[in-house]
């Protein structure tokens, strides 16, 4: 009995559904898979070479997308300036909170404009995901992207929640309270992870300080680089979705890997010949 080679399984691996989805070429061996290797770098080609005319409409997104990355820029710049007056300990945390209302210049402004721009981050994400599901945005070649973007909504949400805690008044108690006791009741894993989010069996300072990681270090650096992931494929798969032929788009996408994937054929066996 033969067992297959490495290059086979690699070979299976390229031609997987989930793979391609994924990863839009195959390594890096030839002049071409070279030259797909830098188009495919965010960084080196994060620009489009074309845009479709039907994008350019407002009927197209909204805005939505480029609203809710400015609401993400607002909440970054506002959080960092109130890291500046924040402890994450109790209860100097409450009077840091009482120093922003009654203490430091301009300060209810600070933590107003921090609180509302993430409800309404909150809000513009919920919409977009729904405009693109109605667009028809998570049809192939799309489908990875869309993945990425049910990813930011649940960092939104995550770090949502996790700012609840900070103020360390009695909202911000009773909700967290409310809020890891349901996650404490998932079966198998829920007081793991209770335990784990509070740093013990009590709301107290461990869990102020966790919660304070979580939302000002952790999620949104994870939120920041799923950000670019996003605009990265809205380019790689072909400009926005419109919400019309889908269809032709979806043929030529099939098209294009096949084209790929010969070429990657054709320049491995090239490199076997010399």
Partial sequence: MTYPSREQWLERLRNNRVWKSIFRRGPARTNRTRSLAIFGNVF????????????????????????????????????????????????????????????????????????????????????????????????????????????????????????????????AFWAITVGTNIIGYVPFIGHRVRFLL?????????????????????????????IVVHFWRIRKDGGLSTGENEKREERESIETTQVEQEAVTVGVNDERKE
């Fill in 44 to 171: 080196l080609h994060i620009l489009p070479v074309k845009v479709r005319e039907k994008s350019l409409r407002v009927r197209a997104t909204y805005y939505l997308g480029p609203f809710a990355f400015f609401l993400f820029v607002v909440l970054t710049v506002t959080g960092i300036l109130l890291m500046l007056y924040y402890h994450p300990a109790a209860p100097q945390a409450y009077y840091d909170m009482k120093d922003l209302r009654f203490v430091v210049s301009n300060g209810v402004l600070l933590r107003n404009l921090h609180r509302l721009a993430a409800q309404a981050m909150v809000v513009v994400v919920f919409w977009h995901m729904y405009h693109v599901f109605y667009r028809g945005g998570y049809r192939p070649p799309r489908q990875f992207n869309w993945v990425v973007g049910v990813g930011l909504l649940l960092l939104t949400l995550f770090l949502s929640y996790t700012g609840y805690l900070l103020p360390w008044d009695q909202l």
């Fill in 198 to 226: 509070l740093g013990g069996n009590i709301i107290g300072g461990n869990a102020l300080l966790r919660f304070y990681v979580l939302h000002c270090v952790i999620l949104p650096l994870l939120a920041a680089w799923l």
